[in-house]
């Protein structure tokens, strides 16, 4: 760092010499920081890496967390407390990787938890870099351009939330999210998961009323069909009712038509089987002439000296053939 100092030179007989700061050009030091800072910004524009890290997945909801900050700080314990005591319940794992927030330890120690988060077996939904407010000087650590580059590359979500007083960080112009402070960190945190519960449960009043209005529309189709099945049902039990009334007739009328055919000829065969009987022919003037009970019917049948019997309507006689 350099800095411009305003110094009164003394001299002491027995403690030799001696410079004595009056006081500090701030203003100096500051111009020297913002020319690095802006020659570093530059440098991660002709690299591509401002905004680099947003192109890597930030779940919806946010339940495991890395944090880099020191552990006594008041910036730490309020994010962890602004976490703890949300107003929705979540219960949100946060890991502390513990390195420098100022000083010339910054860069190897936030590379060292970066390794060490990006290489841990649990995988978390993104990592925290977080400090409390300070001066332009404290925070100059943070405009770093190896501390840029590993943020841009970093396979997880890189939020950021150093106390600047104006200006941004270095780190902010490449991570996933820049925020103000770590307690904007946390309500980024909470706000994310809520938002993720808000749509779901506007998704489960939407999913709600579409099954209530499938049911009632399948309700409605089911008593359709119902009705439809019960009229249709009717109506063929009434043709088909008709269709047996139309096949009762039919075989009635088949059956008197054949009984009295059958009658008919009953009647003809009892017509003819009387005018056929042996005593209408007897009665009629006819006889029946027999031998032995054997009926003759032409007369060469006889021989002279045969006696027949002669049938008669009234009786029978004998006779003896000449």
């Given at each position: 760092m350099?800095?411009?100092?305003?110094?009164?030179?003394?001299?002491?007989?027995?403690?030799?010499?001696?410079?004595?700061?009056?006081?500090?050009?701030?203003?100096?030091?500051?111009?020297?920081?913002?020319?690095?800072?802006?020659?570093?910004?530059?440098?991660?524009?002709?690299?591509?890496?401002?905004?680099?890290?947003?192109?890597?997945?930030?779940?919806?909801v946010?339940?495991?967390?890395?944090?880099?900050?020191?552990?006594?700080?008041?910036?730490?314990?309020?994010?962890?407390?602004?976490?703890?005591?949300?107003?929705?319940?979540?219960?949100?794992?946060?890991?502390?990787?513990?390195?420098?927030?100022?000083?010339?330890?910054?860069?190897?120690?936030?590379?060292?938890?970066?390794?060490?988060?990006?290489?841990?077996?649990?995988?978390?939904?993104?990592?925290?870099?977080?400090?409390?407010?300070?001066?332009?000087?404290?925070?100059?650590?943070?405009?770093?351009?190896?501390?840029?580059?590993?943020?841009?590359?970093f396979?997880?979500?890189?939020?950021?939330g150093?106390?600047?007083?104006?200006?941004?960080?270095?780190?902010?112009?490449?991570?996933?999210?820049?925020?103000?402070?770590?307690?904007?960190?946390?309500?980024?945190?909470?706000?994310?998961?809520?938002?993720?519960?808000?749509?779901?449960?506007?998704?489960?009043?939407?999913?709600?009323?579409?099954?209530?209005?499938?049911?009632?529309?399948?309700?409605?189709?089911?008593?359709?069909l119902?009705?439809?099945?019960?009229?249709?049902?009717?109506?063929?039990?009434?043709?088909?009712?008709n269709?047996?009334?139309?096949?009762?007739?039919?075989?009635?009328?088949?059956?008197?038509?054949?009984?009295?055919?059958?009658?008919?000829?009953?009647?003809?065969?009892?017509?003819l089987?009387?005018?056929?009987?042996?005593?209408?022919?007897?009665?009629?003037?006819?006889?029946?002439?027999?031998?032995?009970?054997?009926?003759?019917?032409?007369?060469?049948e006889?021989?002279?000296?045969?006696?027949?019997?002669?049938?008669?309507?009234?009786?029978?006689?004998?006779?003896?053939?000449?």
């Amino acid at each position: 760092m350099a800095v411009k100092l305003k110094v009164n030179v003394d001299y002491h007989e027995r403690y030799g010499l001696k410079l004595i700061i009056e006081d500090i050009d701030s203003s100096f030091t500051i111009g020297q920081l913002e020319i690095q800072r802006l020659a570093i910004i530059n440098e991660i524009k002709q690299r591509g890496l401002v905004r680099k890290n947003a192109s890597t997945h930030l779940p919806v909801v946010i339940q495991r967390l890395a944090v880099v900050s020191s552990g006594r700080a008041a910036g730490y314990k309020d994010f962890v407390k602004h976490l703890e005591e949300n107003f929705y319940g979540y219960d949100i794992k946060v890991k502390l990787f513990e390195a420098a927030m100022q000083g010339q330890q910054v860069e190897p120690e936030i590379l060292a938890c970066l390794g060490s988060g990006g290489n841990a077996k649990v995988k978390y939904d993104a990592v925290a870099i977080i400090r409390g407010g300070g001066g332009r000087t404290d925070l100059a650590a943070f405009d770093n351009l190896p501390l840029a580059v590993r943020v841009a590359r970093f396979p997880f979500p890189v939020l950021i939330g150093i106390g600047h007083e104006i200006d941004q960080s270095v780190l902010d112009l490449v991570a996933y999210q820049s925020l103000k402070t770590p307690t904007a960190v946390a309500d980024f945190i909470i706000e994310r998961n809520a938002t993720f519960e808000s749509t779901l449960d506007g998704l489960g009043v939407l999913l709600r009323d579409e099954v209530y209005e499938r049911l009632h529309s399948e309700a409605r189709k089911i008593s359709d069909l119902a009705h439809g099945l019960n009229h249709a049902a009717r109506s063929r039990i009434i043709m088909d009712v008709n269709k047996l009334d139309h096949a009762l007739n039919m075989v009635r009328h088949s059956a008197t038509h054949m009984i009295s055919k059958h009658q008919q000829r009953i009647d003809f065969m009892e017509t003819l089987l009387k005018a056929i009987d042996p005593d209408q022919v007897l009665s009629r003037g006819y006889t029946i002439t027999s031998v032995d009970g054997q009926t003759i019917t032409h007369a060469h049948e006889l021989a002279s000296g045969v006696t027949i019997q002669t049938t008669f309507i009234d009786g029978t006689v004998k006779s003896k053939v000449e």
